[in-house]
């Protein structure tokens, strides 16, 4: 067998990925859920961004699906220590839902349908940075992965990309979500290791 072997030439092989310190490359894409995957009829899904107090802006199905969608390709990286590449998404920028929305607020708290909540701060979600996406690999996105929709916030640990999201709260201070509050890392980089609370 020849040093190069015929089907790697031009191809994003292993030894020229950079991945974060203590992930491995997968192609599979595993599922990842902390309880049932909830179903939400459309006809019933909405999404409401809200500050503790008031509803700031509020989406039905079909008004979220009329703002205008992005369609992204990016690296996603689990705490569980799998990384998969070059995954392509559908889905609305954070921009967009916070066009309207003038908020001093640093912190933001997604909740999903099923009870799931990640806490993520809000200039990690802005400019180009997130996003709620309802399509991967040009299908809609199936239920065990997060559809309707979920977040996808693909620069910190994949546990922060909510899955099934149906709002989330504008907060002045930091609090901790599901994972967080059971050990994860309150920020979550993979680039910085930041797996537990004790890691920098
Ligand atoms: N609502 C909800 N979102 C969730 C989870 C969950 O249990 N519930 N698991 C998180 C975790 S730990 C990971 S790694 C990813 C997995 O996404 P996947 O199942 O599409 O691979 O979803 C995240 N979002
Ligand atoms: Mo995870």
Redesign the pocket.
């Given at each position: 067998m020849g040093i190069i072997s015929r089907g790697f030439s031009g191809r994003r092989t292993p030894t020229d990925v950079k991945l974060p310190p203590g992930q491995y490359l997968t192609t599979d894409?595993?599922?990842?859920?902390?309880?049932p995957t909830p179903h939400v009829p459309l006809e019933k899904w909405e999404f409401v961004i809200d500050d503790g107090k008031n509803v700031l802006r509020r989406w039905d199905w079909k008004s979220f699906r009329n703002l205008p969608s992005e369609t992204v390709t990016v690296d996603?990286h689990?705490?569980?220590r799998w990384s998969k590449l070059g995954t392509p998404w559908e889905g609305v920028s954070l921009d967009t839902l916070f066009t309207d929305i003038a908020t001093d607020a640093s912190y933001t708290l997604f909740h999903?349908?099923?009870d799931?909540t990640?806490n993520v701060p809000l200039k990690e979600l802005l400019n180009k940075q997130g996003w709620i996406a309802f399509r991967y690999d040009a299908q809609d996105l199936a239920p065990?992965?997060?559809g309707p929709a979920?977040l996808l916030v693909p620069h910190l640990?994949?546990?922060?990309?909510?899955?099934?999201?149906r709002g989330m709260t504008l907060m002045q201070e930091d609090k901790a979500g599901?994972?967080e509050g059971l050990g994860y890392h309150i920020y979550g980089d993979p680039w910085q290791e930041q797996r537990y609370s004790g890691d920098r």
């Open positions: 894409f595993p599922v990842l859920s902390a309880g996603l689990c705490v569980t999903s349908y099923g799931y990640t065990e992965h997060g979920r640990y994949l546990w922060k990309s909510a899955k099934w999201v599901f994972w």
